[in-house]
């Protein structure tokens, strides 16, 4: 360590270097082992360890000042990079979230997996990536941020690709990863804008309270800091891409398609990463760089997050896929959070992000024990149909009596009813949002009254599909009457993890007020941004309003999925369709990015193999045509020159030759006649 | 001995003597270029070890700052009233040329292991080889430009034939195109050497030379001589140390290769055999990146500042152009050849931001990528060599089928796409980064050009993750039905034996990128600030 620290705090420091450590330890084990069922258990032991140095962790560092702790990594020109850890609360808490979830999931996986091939595959797999995932909330700098940001993608790649025979499968986890790289590239924008203007990549001497972002300015379309000062539109450029990468990790509108196709990985794995962990990074990362944003950024935030919570959840009423609905719930909870973000309700962004993670990792776990069981009953009798199809089920609630249970406190959370912890993170959201547009335009009103359209919404799908999948009758039974039905409760490694996380979903876990979101701890330890008085009717009316509607439209899902009333709304409109073809947003990607793309570098081939080598095998042609005329010059021109005379002194020479006759009269003869003509001319001249 | 001369010259001794040995004893020829190359990477770690670092030791313009130098008259001709010709033998390295010595070794092993699916005419194959082998570490090492010029064309002579001979069904079309191409860029190189040795006076003895340290001095150039920057000669109408530095950038962005001058590279990648597709990739590119380095920017740095815009442009155009191109292949083996152009061009943009991150982050590039597209030509050999096919819509399931290859490939993949922990992640982001730096700090580049650039990075997950889908998940589905699926085996201990080298040392730099940023930092430090008081 560079700098001496007290004793207490290099053991917190050893602490949490340990809990990060040791899962990339067991994925080394798992990685060289290659097969064996050894892999299940190291990886859950090391999960365990990590959670109890975690909880140590936690227990030293919550609401104490924070722990900067860095070695010197590279240097690169005059800058040094170091790499380190940083602990404050919003680290620490992650860093027991991560573990507290994982470990459950560990647990479920063993006998979740335990039929599967790649069983210590899987292990290898998970193992990485909860070291990228705990790495990502202590580091503290933004390099290594940016690092174990792309780790953490990988190994969702990894999972979601999981089993890589299947087409759906392989072409989920890469969509999942280009879409993350988009919200990289943001990312690594981002960090080059603030390298270029604050030439540091620590997290603490950028983001803390009195940091270098605190003490910018954006004035005057300037971005002033201290003596360096750049044009503000790097201000929003570092912004845009941050939000991007936010985007792209915690699958908001525009990026948000990744994640429904996600659920192609193990039902552990979406609920470990792709419901609890992994997605709350990118609210993580608002939460680490909140102090850049500007009011009309964080507005933006506001809108984009709240139109993601709707747009999801007027999707997730019409999907019929188990895991579909609770990868829209997902996207529509992170959308609540980014929103919650960008009305300035930090520790309630914060708060709603654990209590999410409880309920919906628990939900996932209780989806896979119900398609473990669909699966089984699919395998048994040698049919063939949709295991994770909510409109086959039916019924289970009396054969999974568990399971059952837990889904419906999960499923309360989500909604938020009161005496669940969803009741105490989401209001208190709801009611910041009011208050927040209170001091905004008119316009803004739109916002919170969105947001309570989704909450009703939300209502709405999570007892549609608890009334589906655990009430009226088993469907499939109604279709094959010769089924045979060997459905129950999974072992024990799923029911007790399912448990633990039930209880977590209920309030006196995180306060001991019901009903009083401020009174949450959680809540407390982060400095609310807007402390408005109690006295505010917001308080009363919104939950009440909200938990009675909420009530009547879930009476009136059970009116329509369990005592089989008509559905008021026709199913064969467009707006149903708009709903079941997800706003119709994959389709519309196609055809315009990732078509032109290939057009273009379709194009970009052929204008290599025809413009650029076209031209070089003109200039070929040319210069073959250029040799080929110098070769006829040589061969015409200066050789024909040189034939011709060889040719004249051959013609000058046959004709001398002829007078070469050999004959003596003919001598004599030209002898005489020169002679005879020379005296004529003679006498002539 | 001088360790560097003895690194260059030990494949001439290796190659002599695969020369005089007959050929029954043919089987042993490789083991003899196995040999040569393990004592070169010795050597090199040796050199790689010793090598000091500090501001005394930085190098670049300062002659007396070189290490493991060796400098001895060769060519000495009294000229009469001229002078002398003066010729040395002058090799000496500083940071910029270190890490590059070490990762060519480290290649040319790999390059070797692959040379064992070599059938025919060995004899020639390994000689040809073995100069190939010291004409690049000459090429690294020579500090006399006539020198490197010598050591810079013996490299075309055995590459025409590798190629010519050894390589696939339209062998004769790519070498050719090779040949001339990279000739066309060296006829021009021997002129400006030419005009640069009538220029520039050594100190010392009065002597015209070709002494490449003393060509980045100003006050060695005779006043009134063409290449002087205080003569401001025109050549052409255009200023005559511009044409210089054009017709040098030329010769060596045809070797990185820079679009457009860049489709000599698919061709004679797609038909060279695997171990000189390695040596091209994987060293002969970085010789391009080096010589803009050394000689371009060395020599020419007013130049260069002046038309960094351009360099910049180059680069990025390389990078997205190269990104695009590589995503429309069907042949494995062009799609790589195209990465390459595309990882190439973040060499040429870090290098044209004149920043410390810039030409830290381009230099290493130029290792990683030595390492990496090593490791993904070797990928691509061993199917071929199993099937002779390389389309990727010929496979599929090649993960079922050969696990231990495809853990390979993904993690050649994923390394290449930038993936943090290795060592094209640590290279990419600092090359953007000083790219984007150098508006702030000496504003030669604009910031779109990184966030160009950085699109680069979106495009090469696109390709790599494309390719990884078609040709190995899925259910396994060949061209050549069962007899393919017999020949398809999984690697052996020799091609992981290979693999493994370039895997662990892509990853080591990634995790300890000090490895190679120690050593060059203040080579680069320097050379930065060399060329900023020629900003203006």
Same mark, same amino acid.
């Given at each position: 360590?560079?700098?001496?620290?007290?004793?207490?705090?290099?053991t917190?420091?050893y602490?949490?270097?340990?809990?990060?450590v040791?899962?990339?330890l067991a994925?080394a084990?798992?990685?060289?082992?290659k097969?064996?069922?050894?892999?299940?258990?190291?990886?859950?032991?090391?999960i365990?360890?990590?959670t109890v140095?975690?909880?140590?962790v936690?227990k030293q560092?919550w609401?104490a000042?924070?722990i900067?702790?860095?070695?010197?990594?590279?240097t690169?020109?005059?800058?040094a990079?170091?790499a380190?850890?940083?602990?404050?609360?919003?680290s620490?808490?992650?860093l027991?979230?991560?573990n507290?979830?994982a470990?459950?999931?560990?647990i479920?996986?063993?006998?979740?997996m335990?039929h599967?091939?790649? #069983? /210590?595959? !899987?292990?290898?797999?998970?193992?990485?990536?909860? +070291? &990228?995932?705990?790495? $990502? @909330?202590?580091?503290?700098? *933004?390099?290594l941020f940016?690092?174990?940001?792309e780790?953490v993608?990988?190994?969702s790649?990894?999972l979601?690709?999981f089993?890589?025979?299947?087409d759906?499968?392989?072409?989920?986890?890469?969509?999942?990863?280009?879409?993350n790289?988009?919200?990289?590239?943001?990312?690594?924008?981002?960090?080059?804008?603030? #390298? /270029?203007? !604050?030439?540091t990549?620590?997290?603490?001497?950028? +983001? &803390?309270?009195?940091? $270098? @972002?605190?003490?910018s300015? *954006?004035t005057?379309?300037?971005?002033i800091?201290?003596?360096?000062?750049i044009?503000?539109?790097?201000?929003?450029?570092?912004?845009?891409?941050?939000?991007?990468?936010?985007a792209?990790k915690?699958?908001?509108f525009?990026?948000?398609?990744?994640?429904?196709?996600?659920?192609?990985?193990?039902?552990?794995?979406s609920?470990?990463?792709?419901?609890a962990?992994?997605v709350?990074?990118?609210?993580?990362?608002?939460?680490?760089v909140y102090p850049?944003?500007s009011?009309h950024e964080?507005?933006a935030?506001?809108?984009?997050?709240?139109?993601?919570?709707?747009?999801?959840?007027s999707?997730?009423?019409?999907?019929?896929d188990?895991?579909?609905?609770l990868?829209?719930?997902?996207?529509?909870q992170?959308?609540?959070?980014?929103?919650?973000?960008?009305?300035?309700?930090?520790?309630?962004?914060l708060?709603?992000l654990?209590?999410?993670?409880?309920f919906?990792?628990?939900?996932f776990l209780?989806a896979?024990a119900?398609?473990?069981?669909?699966q089984?009953?699919?395998?048994?009798?040698?049919?063939?149909?949709?295991?994770?199809?909510?409109?086959y089920?039916g019924?289970?609630?009396?054969?999974m009596?568990?399971?059952?249970?837990?889904?419906v406190?999960?499923?309360?959370?989500l909604?938020?009813?009161?005496?669940t912890?969803?009741?105490?993170?989401?209001?208190?959201?709801?009611?910041?949002?009011?208050e927040?547009s209170d001091t905004?335009?008119?316009?803004?009103?739109?916002?919170?009254i969105?947001?309570?359209?989704t909450?009703w919404?939300?209502?709405?799908?999570?007892?549609?599909?608890?009334?589906?999948?655990?009430?009226?009758?088993?469907?499939?039974?109604?279709v094959?009457?010769g089924?045979?039905?060997h459905?129950h409760?999974?072992?024990?490694?799923?029911?007790?993890?399912?448990?633990?996380?039930?209880?977590?979903?209920?309030?006196?876990?995180?306060?001991?007020?019901?009903?009083l979101?401020?009174?949450?701890?959680?809540?407390?330890?982060f400095?609310?941004?807007?402390?408005?008085?109690?006295?505010?009717p917001y308080?009363?009316i919104i939950?009440i309003?909200?938990?009675?509607?909420?009530?009547l439209?879930?009476?009136?899902?059970?009116?329509?999925?369990?005592l089989?009333?008509k559905l008021?709304?026709?199913?064969?409109?467009?707006l149903?369709?708009?709903?079941?073809?997800?706003?119709?947003?994959?389709?519309?990607?196609?055809?315009?990015?990732?078509?032109?793309?290939?057009?273009?570098?379709?194009?970009?081939?052929?204008?290599?193999?025809?413009?650029?080598?076209?031209?070089?095998?003109?200039?070929?042609?040319?210069?073959?045509?250029?040799?080929k005329?110098?070769?006829?010059?040589?061969?015409?021109?200066?050789?024909g020159?040189?034939?011709?005379?060889?040719?004249?002194?051959?013609?000058?020479?046959?004709f001398?030759?002829?007078?070469?006759?050999?004959?003596?009269q003919?001598?004599?003869?030209?002898?005489?006649?020169?002679?005879?003509a020379?005296v004529?001319l003679?006498?002539?001249? | 001995?001088?360790?560097?001369?003895?690194?260059?010259?030990i494949?001439l001794?290796?190659?002599l003597?695969?020369a005089?040995?007959?050929?029954?004893?043919?089987?042993?020829?490789?083991?003899?270029t196995?040999?040569?190359?393990?004592?070169?990477?010795?050597?090199?770690?040796?050199?790689?070890?010793?090598?000091k670092?500090?501001?005394?030791?930085?190098?670049?313009v300062h002659?007396?700052?070189?290490?493991f130098?060796?400098?001895?008259?060769?060519?000495?001709?009294n000229?009469?009233?001229?002078?002398?010709?003066q010729?040395d033998?002058?090799?000496?390295?500083?940071?910029?040329?270190?890490?590059?010595?070490?990762m060519?070794?480290?290649?040319?092993?790999v390059?070797?292991?692959?040379?064992?699916?070599?059938?025919?005419?060995?004899?020639?194959y390994?000689i040809?080889f073995?100069?190939?082998?010291?004409?690049?570490?000459?090429?690294?090492?020579?500090?006399?430009?006539?020198?490197?010029?010598?050591f810079?064309?013996?490299m075309?002579?055995?590459?025409?034939f590798?190629?010519g001979?050894?390589?696939?069904?339209?062998?004769?079309?790519?070498s050719?195109?090779?040949?001339?191409?990279?000739?066309?860029g060296?006829?021009?190189?021997?002129l400006?050497?030419?005009?640069?040795?009538?220029?520039?006076?050594?100190?010392v003895?009065?002597?015209?030379?070709?002494?490449?340290?003393q060509?980045?001095?100003?006050?060695?150039?005779?006043?009134?001589?063409?290449?002087?920057?205080?003569?401001h000669?025109?050549?052409?109408?255009m200023?005559?140390r511009?044409?210089?530095?054009?017709?040098?950038f030329i010769?060596?962005a045809?070797k990185?290769p820079?679009?457009?001058?860049?489709?000599?590279?698919?061709d004679?990648?797609v038909?060279?055999?695997?171990?000189?597709?390695?040596l091209?990739?994987?060293?002969?590119l970085?010789?391009?990146?080096?010589?803009?380095i050394?000689i371009?920017a060395?020599?020419?740095?007013?130049?260069?500042?002046?038309?960094?815009?351009?360099?910049?442009l180059?680069?990025?155009?390389?990078?997205?152009?190269?990104?695009?191109?590589?995503?429309?292949q069907?042949?494995?083996?062009?799609?790589?050849?195209?990465?390459?152009?595309?990882?190439m061009?973040?060499?040429?943009?870090?290098i044209?931001s004149?920043?410390?991150?810039g030409i830290?982050?381009?230099?290493?590039?130029?290792?990683?990528?030595?390492?990496?597209?090593?490791?993904?030509?070797?990928?691509v050999?061993v199917?071929?060599?199993?099937?002779h096919d390389?389309?990727?819509?010929n496979?599929?399931g090649l993960a079922?089928l050969?696990p231990?290859?495809t853990?390979f490939?993904?993690?050649?993949f994923?390394?290449?796409?930038?993936l943090p922990?290795?060592?094209?992640?640590?290279?990419?982001?600092?090359s953007?980064?000083?790219?984007?730096?150098?508006?702030?700090?000496?504003?030669?580049?604009?910031?779109?050009?990184?966030a160009?650039?950085a699109?680069?990075?979106?495009?090469g997950?696109?390709y790599?993750?494309w390719?990884?889908?078609r040709?190995?998940?899925?259910?396994?589905?060949?061209?050549?039905?069962e007899?393919?699926?017999?020949s398809?085996?999984?690697?052996?201990?020799?091609?992981?034996?290979?693999?493994?080298p370039?895997?662990?040392m892509?990853?080591l730099?990634?995790?300890?990128?000090?490895?190679v940023?120690?050593?060059?930092?203040?080579s680069?430090?320097?050379?930065?600030d060399?060329?900023?008081?020629?900003?203006?």
């Open positions: 360590m560079a700098q001496t620290l007290p004793y207490q705090q290099l917190t420091c602490y949490a270097l340990t809990a990060v040791l899962p990339v994925f084990v798992n990685f060289f082992l097969k064996g069922k050894a892999a299940g258990w190291i990886s859950t032991i090391a365990g360890a990590t140095f975690a909880a140590i936690f560092q609401n000042p924070l900067h702790a860095t070695i010197p990594w590279f690169i020109g005059g800058t990079v170091n380190g850890i940083l602990l404050n609360n919003l620490v808490l992650l027991l979230l991560v507290v979830i470990l459950p999931v560990h479920y996986s063993m006998a979740y335990s599967d091939e790649g #069983f /210590s595959r !899987y292990f290898t797999y998970l193992s990485f990536f909860c +070291f &990228s995932m705990l790495a $990502l @909330v202590v580091v503290d700098n *933004l390099v940016y690092a174990f940001w780790l993608g990988f190994s790649y990894l979601i690709g089993w890589f025979t299947r759906k499968a392989v072409q989920a986890n890469k969509k999942a990863f280009i879409m790289r988009i919200g990289d590239v943001g990312l690594l924008i981002a960090i080059m804008v603030l #390298f /270029s203007q !604050y030439h990549f620590d997290l603490n001497a950028l +983001f &803390s309270a009195d940091g $270098l @972002v605190a003490n300015t *954006l005057n379309g300037l971005w800091n201290g003596t360096s000062t044009p503000a539109v790097w201000q929003y450029l570092a912004c845009a891409g941050l939000f991007l990468a936010v792209a915690s699958a908001q525009p990026l948000h398609t990744w994640l429904p196709d996600a659920m192609e990985g193990p039902t552990s794995v609920a470990l990463i792709h419901a962990t992994m709350a990074a990118g609210i993580f990362l608002l939460g680490r850049l944003f009011v964080l507005d935030l506001a809108i984009i997050g709240c139109f993601t919570a709707f747009m999801a959840a999707i997730a009423i019409t999907q019929n188990l895991k579909r609905i990868a829209f719930s997902t996207i529509s992170l959308g609540f959070m980014v929103m919650a973000m960008g009305i300035g309700a930090y520790a309630s962004s708060f709603h654990v209590t999410h993670a409880f919906k990792c628990l939900l209780v896979g119900v398609i473990h069981e669909m089984h009953i699919r395998d048994e009798n040698k049919l063939d149909f949709d295991p994770q199809n909510i409109l089920m019924g289970l609630r009396r054969k009596p568990i399971t059952f249970i837990t889904a406190i999960a499923g309360l959370a909604v938020g009813l009161p005496f912890s969803g009741y105490l993170s989401k209001d208190g959201i709801l009611i910041q949002a009011f927040w905004k335009a008119g316009v803004f009103k739109i916002i919170p969105l947001t309570l359209i909450s919404l939300t209502a709405f799908y999570v007892a549609r599909l608890v009334f589906k999948v655990f009430f009226g009758k088993f469907r499939l039974s109604e094959n009457p089924l045979k039905l459905v409760d999974g072992p024990w490694k799923f029911n007790v993890p399912m448990i633990f996380l039930a209880i977590c979903c209920l309030f006196p876990v995180f306060s001991l007020n019901p009903f979101y401020e009174h949450a701890w959680i809540y407390k330890s400095l609310p941004s807007n402390f408005l008085e109690r006295m505010n308080h009363t939950p309003a909200l938990n009675i509607l909420s009530l439209v879930i009476y009136w899902a059970y009116a329509v999925y369990v089989d009333k008021p709304l026709k199913q064969n409109n467009w149903f369709a708009f709903s079941y073809y997800q706003w119709y947003f994959n389709e519309a990607y196609q055809k315009v990015f990732v078509q032109p793309v290939l057009a273009i570098s379709t194009g970009l081939f052929a204008f290599d193999r025809k413009g650029i080598d076209g031209l070089i095998h003109f200039f070929n042609r040319i210069i073959l045509w250029v040799a005329l110098s070769a006829a010059i040589d061969r015409y021109v200066v050789d020159f040189l034939h011709f005379v060889v040719a004249l002194v051959r013609q000058i020479g046959n001398a030759r002829s007078f070469q006759t050999g004959r003596v003919y001598y004599l003869l030209t002898t005489v006649v020169a002679i005879v020379w004529i003679k006498i002539l001249i | 001995m001088n360790l560097l001369t003895l690194l260059i010259f494949p001794l290796a190659g003597v695969i005089v040995m007959p050929s029954s004893l043919r089987g042993s020829f490789k083991y003899i196995l040999l040569t190359a393990v004592i070169q990477l010795v050597l090199s770690v040796l050199i790689y070890l010793n090598f670092t500090g501001a005394t030791h930085a190098g670049v002659e007396d700052q070189f290490q130098v060796q400098k001895l008259p060769w060519i000495r001709l000229l009469g009233g001229v002078g002398d010709l010729i033998y002058f090799v000496g390295i500083d940071g910029v040329s270190v890490t590059l010595l070490v060519s070794a480290l290649v040319m092993i390059a070797v292991i692959a040379s064992w699916e070599i059938k025919t005419n060995l004899k020639g390994f040809l073995l100069i190939l082998d010291m004409a690049v570490f000459g090429v690294f090492s020579a500090l006399d430009f006539f020198l490197f010029y010598l810079y064309e013996l075309l002579l055995p590459l025409y590798l190629i001979m050894w390589g696939g069904p339209r062998r004769e079309y790519a050719i195109k090779f040949f001339l191409y990279t000739l066309f060296s006829v021009f190189m021997l400006v050497m030419v005009g640069l040795y009538l220029s520039v006076k050594d100190p003895t009065g002597n015209h030379t070709f002494n490449i340290i060509m980045m001095n100003p006050a060695n150039y005779d006043a009134g001589s063409v290449f002087s920057a205080l003569s000669q025109t050549i052409l109408g200023p005559a511009m044409v210089g530095f054009v017709v040098l010769a060596f045809i990185v820079v679009v457009p001058l860049h489709t000599w590279l698919p004679a990648h038909e060279a055999p695997t171990p000189v597709s390695i091209l990739a994987g060293v002969l970085k010789i391009g990146g080096y010589g803009i050394r371009c060395g020599i020419f740095p007013d130049a260069a500042v002046q038309s960094s815009y351009w360099l910049g180059l680069g990025v155009i390389s990078i997205l152009y190269g990104a695009l191109n590589a995503l429309a069907r042949d494995l083996k062009r799609l790589i050849a195209y990465s390459s152009v595309s990882h061009g973040f060499v040429l943009l870090g044209a004149f920043t410390a991150e830290s982050g381009a230099i290493m590039q130029m290792v990683s990528h030595g390492f990496l597209s090593s490791m993904l030509f070797f990928l050999g199917v071929y060599t199993r099937v390389r389309d990727i819509y496979f599929r079922t050969m231990s290859y853990l490939v993904v993690i050649a994923f390394a290449s796409l930038g922990g290795f060592s094209a992640f640590v290279a990419e982001a600092f953007l980064a000083g790219a984007f730096k150098s508006a702030n700090t000496n504003g030669l580049l604009p910031q779109w050009m990184a160009c650039g699109l680069g990075i979106l495009l997950a696109g790599f993750l390719t990884l889908q040709m190995f998940f899925g259910t396994p589905l060949l061209k050549g039905g007899s393919w699926k017999l398809l085996t999984d690697i052996n201990w020799r091609e992981r034996s290979a693999l493994i370039l895997a662990f892509a990853l730099l990634g995790v300890m990128p000090s490895l940023f120690n050593k060059i930092n203040d680069v430090l320097l050379l930065v060399f060329t900023r008081q020629f900003i203006k």
